[in-house]
T-cell receptor
């Protein structure tokens, strides 16, 4: 079955550490996205990539970095520069193009301890 | 600056009745809208979409209405079932921009009472 896999489901990070969240898709989708969910704030776009080796900042990119070396993979690194990293992180992909919606992964809950 | 707003954080409805979830947007360039349903600790799942060239789209128990002049859309669920209890997000995209990214609302938590 095709889909998006995010791992791990739960992640704990000490303050000052970088941590990488994995996102893999086997849907052959060109575009991939990272969103962050906080209570009462909906989903906010961190980074997105419409094609391999290219990515763009979203609305809240500060303190995050990404790479898109393969079509299937779009890992997100939460750096120590991110002031408030505790959140639920969602990865999504789409075929790209007009009128294409997202398929979401099941999310990663990151907690800073 | 919240371009997509869901002003009701929560809604409770009796089983079998209609649920109406509302969404307002400010960007007149948005031309494609989606509704997603989300259970706790899971990713959102796609429910229904509507293009700005339409004012209504139906899929089974779910109907989305779009009022472009008011920059307002609504999701109707009829009849509501306990399994519909979840958080619902509306999302909007300016598809002519070439980026195909979506702006999401803050969500409405629906509780269907048995």
């Amino acid at each position: 079955d095709g889909g998006i896999t995010q791992s791990p489901k739960y992640l704990f990070r000490k303050e000052g550490q970088n941590v990488t969240l994995s996102c893999e898709q086997n849907l052959n989708h060109d575009a991939m996205y990272w969103y962050r969910q906080d209570p009462g704030q909906g989903l906010r776009l961190i980074y997105y990539s419409q094609i391999v080796n290219d990515f763009q900042k979203g609305d809240i990119a500060e303190g995050y970095s990404v790479s898109r070396e393969k079509k299937e993979s779009f890992p997100l690194t939460v750096t120590s520069a991110q002031k408030n990293p505790t959140a639920f992180y969602l990865c999504a992909s789409s075929i790209g193009g007009r009128f294409s919606g997202y398929t979401f992964g099941s999310g990663t809950r990151l907690t800073v301890v | 600056d919240q371009q997509v707003k869901q002003n009701s954080p929560s809604l409770s409805v009796q089983e079998g009745r209609i649920s109406i979830l509302n969404c307002d947007y400010t960007n007149s360039m948005f031309d494609y809208f989606l509704w997603y349903k989300k259970y706790p600790a899971e990713g959102p799942t796609f429910l229904i979409s509507i293009s700005s060239i339409k004012d209504k789209n139906e899929d089974g128990r779910f109907t989305v209405f779009l009022n472009k002049s008011a920059k307002h859309l609504s999701l109707h669920i009829v009849p509501s079932q306990p399994g519909d209890s979840a958080v619902y997000f509306c999302a909007a995209s300016e598809t002519t921009s070439g980026t195909y990214k979506y702006i999401f609302g803050t969500g409405t938590r629906l509780k269907v009472l048995a």
